[in-house]
């Protein structure tokens, strides 16, 4: 039997695909996010989001796995995670009334009726978040309760503080949220459409 897995845990992404209607398991990759620091901002999300996949996906048969991974880049500069609270209110007070950028990278792994992947496909999606100019006391209170510490770029758009911080966005929004769901739907539909359920359903 054909089944969906998404190797990731983030509660961010699994809504969006509960969203369409996807049938799928949850088992997150367990790989260090190590990369080439001379890499682009889109190879460094596709070939982590593929590492991802290929980490889980060698134990389920006849499955597609989907992997992603976001960061920010703001002037050239990858804005990962943040280590402490510190970090968080920095990287906010560097965005505010800046641009920057998110990319997401997704990875579709195909196995067979062994275990073997398949088939792979990754591409990435990019998308400019222009902040306007934060309050300080804003930016301490969004830290203070604990929302960046598990987000590049020390924010969420879907947060209370983190969609106020928010002025425009040029690009998909979802793909801000952490999976670009239009681009993976046209992907899927191409790459692995056996999988998809009829849309509505």
Not at 71 to 99: C, G, H, R, W
Not at 158 to 174: L, M, P, S, T
Request: hydrophobic share 35%.
């Amino acid at each position: 039997m054909k089944q969906i897995v998404l190797a990731s845990a983030s509660p961010r992404r699994k809504k969006l695909l509960q969203q369409i209607n996807l049938p799928f398991e949850v088992h997150p990759s367990s790989v260090e996010e190590n990369y080439n620091p001379e890499w682009s901002p889109g190879k460094i999300v596709k070939e982590l989001s593929l590492k991802k996949g290929k980490n889980v996906a060698t134990d389920f048969s006849s499955a597609l796995v989907i992997s992603a991974d976001t960061i920010v880049t703001f002037e050239d500069t990858i804005l990962e995670k943040p280590e402490d609270a510190n970090e968080a209110y920095d990287m906010l007070t560097q965005l505010s009334n800046n641009t920057h950028q998110v990319y997401t990278g997704v990875a579709l792994c195909k196995t067979d009726q062994i275990n073997n992947i398949a088939g792979t496909k990754t591409f990435f999606e990019v998308t400019d978040v222009t902040f306007g100019k934060l309050n300080p006391q804003d930016i301490k209170n969004y830290v203070e309760g604990g929302s960046p510490m598990d987000k590049a770029g020390s924010y969420g758009i879907q947060d209370d503080f983190g969609a106020i911080f928010v002025k425009r966005i040029e690009g998909d929004y979802n793909n801000v949220v952490g999976f670009p769901l239009h681009s993976f739907y046209n992907t899927v539909r191409n790459f692995a459409g056996e999988f998809l359920p009829n849309p509505g359903n």
